[in-house]
């Protein structure tokens, strides 16, 4: 969900309007008024599709010519770093949550059933599922069947292939599909818990429950 605005756009539609009897500083944007309507905009911003370096300094760019605007080269740094604190302060909100990352392991809670999804591209008359420990044995195999493109649930009760129930722990999942050609390799999408959140490299990182750190752009969706 896109819930930027474009503050700016605004502004100048409304300065464009000031009658051709007012003064020439009424024609342009002060730097204070433009300075503050950009920071509206970063803390506005979605965490998970935050504005591009590149976006916003061509944005900036474009209000080079309104009169008012000092020392433009230093505010651009501070603003920059802005964008990055507002983006890791949203992100604080996902502690916590689980969020859904493209993915073949995850940490596993066996005492409740664990559900991902399985990435088919094109439809396909058998699609299975396999779950491996840490050590690349083979637990279970799950098969779901003829599946019609597109995202397929699957559904896993923390069960190896003889019933016993399996120790909470990191698990890797592997998802197949069969064609006249042979077998396809799918990609999984996993849930994990997120445990907290860093900044390095003027980038946020999410810590994932036993999974480590995965930087907040991999991050395909987000669940309570």
Known sequence: MNIQQNYFAQALSNDSKVSGGAADNNKALGKDAFLNLLIAQLNNQDP??????????AQLAQFSQVEGLQKLDESMAALLLQQRSAQALQAVSLVGK?????????HVDTGQPFKGNVQLPVASEKVSLEVYDEQGNLLRRIELGQQKAGEVPFEWDGKDDEGKTLPAGKYRFSAKASYEEGERELYTLLPTKVD????????VYLELAGLGSVPLSAVHGISS
């Not at 689980?98 to 073949?104: C, F, G, I, K």
């Open 48 to 57: 998970l599709a935050p504005q591009g370096n590149s976006e916003f300094i």
């Open 196 to 203: 907290s959140v860093r900044m390095a490299a003027g980038e």
């Open 98 to 106: 689980q969020v859904w990352l493209a993915a073949d392991a995850a």
